[in-house]
């Protein structure tokens, strides 16, 4: 396999311009940006720049002056920004604000089936029942596994996964191995049945980074493992010649989509050598959508469980979108966190 072919000290000129331009952004305390600024914690992470956890921790702080708001399985995502910050500066109320939510999903978020969360917002408008949508496993599912795994609290540990493999048995095709965006469980069907790009990233890269937390004696590994495998093989016969995947994977009619692309470049970086060649495409794709200004372009608007496919095909991509920034941010620290270039 050819190794990867970038500049590392370009890829951090990109990270520190798409930091910078994700905090000229406004955010309530909602999944935009948890994963904006869970871009921004890895990217910390891949540089070890302490400005970006300073500019993290003046927004966090500035909220928590208001108070935690009212909960929901979307809004756990900002709970990712807040062990980071707890590991990086050990100010107690992270962790103990950290708790309180992984608390919430212990006790107080709605399940269906076999204790699958249902989807929720931060809105009431909106009402999904016993639905289960692929951007869990991202939201909750991967707080649970990593509060419980940095806290020793293998209830939270096991309820996290336990949503991987509840999402695994609903949403993943066993014929393409490909996730579905999502599940109606009264319904009994997949809704409008598309294999949405970046749903696919939430599955692979939460999945990828799963795997680096739980030990591979745990059962859950092999099932976390054998997912994630087959679910990249399938991926990577789907990209295009240009390094992106189209919003519906499946159909070539449907644009190309940054933020789901860069999402499962991530996860291919996570398999070693394996997937280099596709990753180098990648590169100069996902390069090539960065603005000056650290803008990451073409990136698909909040997107639920569509109608249909021209549902998808419809959905606008023409602004700036904190997800796209932080899954962005996630690939491009992935980069600087393997050596072998």
Known sequence: MPALQFDPDEIRKVIDRVVHRT?????????????????????????????????LKEWVDEKLEDGLPKLSVNGISIGHSLLTLYKVTGEERYIEIATQMAEFLKHDAERFAEGVFQHTVNSEAYNFPQQAWVDTMFMAGYFLVRIGSLLGRE???????????GHENYLQDPTTNLYYHGWDHLAQNHMSGMFWARGNAWAA????????????????FMIL???????????VRLQDESGLWHTVLTDKSSYLETSGSAGISAALISSGSLYNK????????????????????????????????????????????????GLGLTFLASLLNRRDW
């Open 225 to 235: 493992e054998g997912s994630l495998r087959d679910q990249l093989s399938s991926l």
């Open 278 to 325: 596709y990753t180098n495409k990648s590169i100069k794709g996902i390069l090539s959508r960065i603005t000056e200004d650290g803008t990451i372009t073409q990136v698909s608007a909040g997107t639920a469980v569509m109608r249909d496919i021209d549902g998808y095909r419809g959905v606008p991509y023409k602004r700036i979108q904190g997800w796209g920034q």
């Open 205 to 220: 890269i939460t999945m990828s980074r799963a795997l680096t937390l739980v030990h591979v004696t745990h059962p859950s």
């Open 155 to 165: 209830d939270y540990f096991e309820d996290g996964l336990k949503q991987y493999h």
């Open 23 to 55: 905090f000229r952004m406004d955010f309530n305390w909602d999944w935009p940006g948890g994963v904006a600024f869970y871009g921004v914690t890895e990217a910390y992470e891949a540089t070890g720049n302490e400005t970006y956890m300073e500019l």
